[in-house]
């Protein structure tokens, strides 16, 4: 046989009508494109949607790159996360960062601090039409504390708990002061009793929905093979009434899927917990002309840790050339392309509470030579790596996670242009953590999360107190910590916050080395977005006010 | 004892130590699961940590866990998955089903277009299609799978709006699974057909020049007859070979492919596996796997038999 071109030509025009053929059959038809899946709420959905919708079903979508990997509500982390819109935690985290009620109205503490009473908003209902008392938020804090991992702390600090239906509350006890419960209660989901006290192990509870909610929303449906999680309007929420009949998030394993969703018209938002659109992206859909950006100041960062064990990074004149030979404005620009800052030495961005400025870090390789010669580091040999006072060359390991190999590399060669060798370790998760969490490593180049930066005593003490997973055993940090850790009042507060960020500035224990900020891209046929930096644009009010323009 | 007898014994041996291995393994890699399954940024009490340990059964000696762990397998028990919350034999048949489809279809299309594209390019190597189509599969191999996935999606999901972005189906109807499917489907089958492109069109060279294919030429047979009813059939061992190489990879999926088009298959259960230290989920897919390269090198050695007569003719 010879393939002549006409030959060619007929087979490869026989092959896009068979291929077309095929694909005109695999094409949904419009009956399938509407899902038919029956829920529990079904009938009171219709009451609502006849009253809601009188045209077409308005739907939210938000593409997201946090994958759902269980269809377990109180198992899966980012399911989870999602689910505060459905079942409220009891507190949130406000605008302007300070920690307001959610599910409850306001909270009492008593002055020992061991004594926290939370006051249940009367407005709330389950979508199942079961009013939400304060017997479910005590059943829900039992439960998280005996059934998950995370919450056992719980299960080991509360004492006693009990419910008044007088004045709808709920008061927890614990055996010892406890300053920060309304931020811990920032994450646990509240839970209806009635539903999950006949589920005798949650952890090990999945279903594709409907879960019961006391949200605007509930959750109709989540389904792992279309990456598709569904809320939907809840018929009982007696609250400001929403936009939106339905809101749809979708997740994408690929990041650079999510922006192509997004960019074609997909989805209507893009969020990432604790994350920001991906810069690199940004011009790429500001082209679109179809997306506005919100733009904040993020709680989370980057920083150069320095263990202080052994010397010579037990020694601040060394840390301070440390700090010197860092090109901030480089390393900012390259990560972040401009979405960042110059960080301030007391290392707390400024979105955070109880921010303080303090003096700007400063790239100045001549004056970082200049201290470590005036330390007593000088580079005797001429290799061009200055010697530790015992006469040999200092050499740091620094490690990474993949992912941060060219800040890594950037480190290594400004450290090497002031006389001080890098070695980078790039190591994996499970190393990473072992080894962060014990302190087994010299610096580390690592990011913070938004809350990260508020555990412990917040202001990023939870990464660097010795007795949490860091390695500052200095009593005046520690002292500072717990000052914080015994207080609510706010002045106390603000005076031990300025204190700690005063301390980051002067003893340097770790190095902040861009603050950033994250952009949350929207369609402009929407208004109303609001944004906290604990959850970003995933909050209440958002849900409640977005509107289309 | 009879050859069959013997091949049994080898396979129960292999089994037995891979049963090992998979238990081994995964412990051998840094890091605590219960630290993994805590989080980064969530502080717990030590005490708490060991008591979740005990849960776990993971204070217990090595030789004690190993002890539960065949015991369990005996059982067809393959465990508690600490990140999924599900028994892992219910989150692998899940898994399996949905691999099986895109991977299967995939690994049997690669190979139908691989090996009669590379047998007829073998056969006939110099001409200017063959040229074309040889350089073509060449490129395709060489390109990194997560490349030509997110050029695909770019491609015919982005700019062509033809295909869907992410997921199985929309709604679960075959039509939709398909529409799903095809982009997934087609950029793994072009790189499994690139590959057994490649080793088959190498192989038909080799075999064409052997004196049996001079011979049917010089008995009168046309061409194509000896190509597909002499030289394909002695090309083919080495593709078998892959094919049972492949059977490995069928379930452990297409970890990129997965990645790319959000799919709920094997790689990414495994690669979420290694990275939260979930042992139990490793072990069981591990096993799968293994089972699954068992049984294909066994019906490779059945295949050999037929594809060639000198494999069953006794020494």
């Not at chain 1, 694909?23 to 009938?43: F, K, V």
């Not at chain 1, 304060?134 to 056992?152: A, I, T």
């Not at chain 2, 002499?230 to 379930?251: C, M």
């Not at chain 2, 799919?263 to 699954?292: C, E, H, R, W």
Request: include cysteine.
């Amino acid at each position: 046989m010879r393939w002549t071109t006409s030959r060619v030509f007929c087979i490869a025009a026989l092959s896009l009508i068979f291929l077309g053929g095929i694909y005109l059959l695999m094409l949904p038809s419009e009956s399938e494109g509407a899902s038919g899946i029956e829920t529990p709420a079904a009938e009171a959905d219709a009451e609502t949607d006849a009253n809601s919708s009188e045209g077409p079903e308005k739907v939210l979508k938000i593409a997201t790159p946090n994958v759902i990997k269980s269809e377990s509500l109180i198992g899966d982390y980012y399911l989870g996360i999602f689910a505060h819109l459905s079942n409220f935690p009891l507190m949130q985290m406000s605008e302007d960062g300070k920690i307001v009620g959610r599910l409850a109205d306001h909270y009492e503490v008593s002055e020992d601090h061991r004594e926290w009473t939370f006051y249940i908003r009367d407005d709330l209902y389950w979508s199942d039409g079961v009013k939400v008392t304060p017997e479910d938020v005590q059943f829900s804090m039992l439960y998280y504390g005996e059934k998950n991992p995370s919450g056992r702390w719980i299960n080991e600090t509360l004492e006693s708990s009990s419910v008044s239906d007088t004045d709808n509350s709920v008061t927890f006890k614990f055996n010892k002061p406890y300053t920060r419960i309304d931020l811990e209660f920032t994450t646990y989901n509240i839970l209806p009793a009635h539903v999950w006290e006949s589920i005798e192990n949650p952890m090990e509870y999945s279903s594709k929905g409907p879960y019961v909610g006391c949200g605007p929303y509930y959750i109709e449906s989540v389904d792992l093979n279309t990456a598709r999680l569904i809320f939907r309007k809840n018929p009982y929420w007696k609250g400001k009434k929403c936009a939106f009949d339905k809101v749809e998030v979708d997740w994408y394993a690929s990041e650079d899927a999510a922006c192509l969703a997004l960019e074609k018209g997909e989805a209507d938002t893009y969020y990432k917990y604790a994350s920001s659109y991906p810069y690199a992206n940004i011009e790429r859909l500001e082209k679109t002309g179809d997306f506005n950006f919100v733009e904040k100041d993020s709680a989370g960062m980057c920083y150069l840790g320095i263990t202080l064990n052994e010397a010579p990074r037990s020694d601040l004149q060394f840390r301070e050339a440390l700090a010197y030979a860092i090109n901030y404005e480089e390393l900012m620009q390259l990560d972040t392309l401009g979405y960042g800052s110059v960080p301030n030495r007391g290392l707390v961005p400024p979105g955070m509470e109880y921010y303080k400025p303090t003096e700007k870090c400063t790239y100045d390789p001549e004056k970082a030579r200049e201290i470590l010669k005036k330390a007593g580091y000088e580079d005797r040999n001429g290799n061009g790596i200055v010697e530790n006072k015992n006469g040999k060359d200092i050499l740091l390991e620094l490690m990474i996670l993949p992912g941060y190999e060219r800040d890594a590399e950037l480190l290594q060669e400004y450290f090497r242009a002031v006389g001080i060798d890098i070695e980078i370790e790039n190591v994996d998760q499970n190393t990473y953590m072992d080894r962060k969490d014990t302190s087994r490593y010299e610096l580390v180049f690592s990011r913070t999360t938004p809350w990260g930066m508020l555990m412990h005593s917040g202001l990023g003490t939870g990464y660097f107190d010795s007795r949490r997973y860091g390695y500052i055993e200095d009593p005046a940090f520690t002292g500072l910590c717990d000052q914080i850790l015994n207080t609510t009042d706010s002045e106390t507060l603000r005076s031990c916050s300025y204190s700690l960020q005063d301390y980051y500035a002067e003893e340097l224990p770790v190095i902040p080395v861009y603050w950033k900020k994250v952009v949350t891209p929207y369609n402009k046929r929407f208004e109303g977005w609001h944004y906290n930096n604990l959850d970003g644009i995933y909050t209440l009010d958002t849900f409640l006010d977005l509107h289309e323009v | 004892m009879s050859e069959m007898v013997k091949k049994t014994l080898r396979y129960a041996a292999s089994f037995f130590l891979i049963v090992t291995l998979n238990f081994a393994f995964p412990r051998l890699m840094p890091g605590d699961p219960v630290k993994n399954l805590i989080g980064e940024d969530v502080y717990v009490s030590e005490a708490v940590m060991e008591e979740l340990r005990a849960e776990m059964g993971l204070n217990r000696p090595l030789y004690e866990q190993f002890t539960a762990y065949i015991g369990d397998l005996l059982r067809f028990d393959l465990g508690y998955s600490y990140h999924l919350h599900s028994p892992v034999a219910e989150v692998l048949r899940e898994r399996i089903g949905w691999t099986l489809l895109f991977v299967g279809v995939s690994v049997l299309m690669g190979a139908v277009l691989g090996t009669l594209l590379g047998a007829y390019a073998g056969w006939k190597p110099e001409t200017k299609v063959n040229r074309l189509v040889c350089c073509g599969f060449i490129a395709l191999s060489c390109t990194p799978p997560y490349f030509l996935a997110l050029l695909c999606l770019d491609i015919f999901a982005f700019e062509l709006g033809l295909f869907p972005f992410k997921g199985f189906y929309d709604v679960p109807t075959p039509g939709s699974v398909m529409y799903h499917m095809f982009l997934p489907v087609t950029v793994m089958a072009l790189f499994s057909a690139s590959r057994n492109f490649l080793i088959m069109r190498g192989s038909v060279i080799q075999e064409k020049g052997q004196l049996y294919a001079l011979y049917a030429r010089a008995k009168g047979l046309y061409n194509i007859s000896i190509l597909f009813r002499h030289v394909i059939k002695n090309a083919s061992l080495p593709i078998i070979t892959l094919l049972a190489l492949d059977f490995g990879f069928l379930f452990s999926g297409a970890l990129f492919t997965e990645i790319v088009f959000s799919l709920n298959g094997m790689g990414t259960l495994i690669y979420d596996a290694i990275i939260g230290k979930d042992y139990p989920v490793l072990q069981g897919s591990f096993l799968v796997i293994a089972l699954a390269v068992l049984l294909a090198n066994m019906l490779a050695d059945l295949l050999y038999a037929v594809a060639d007569p000198r494999v069953r003719r006794p020494t």
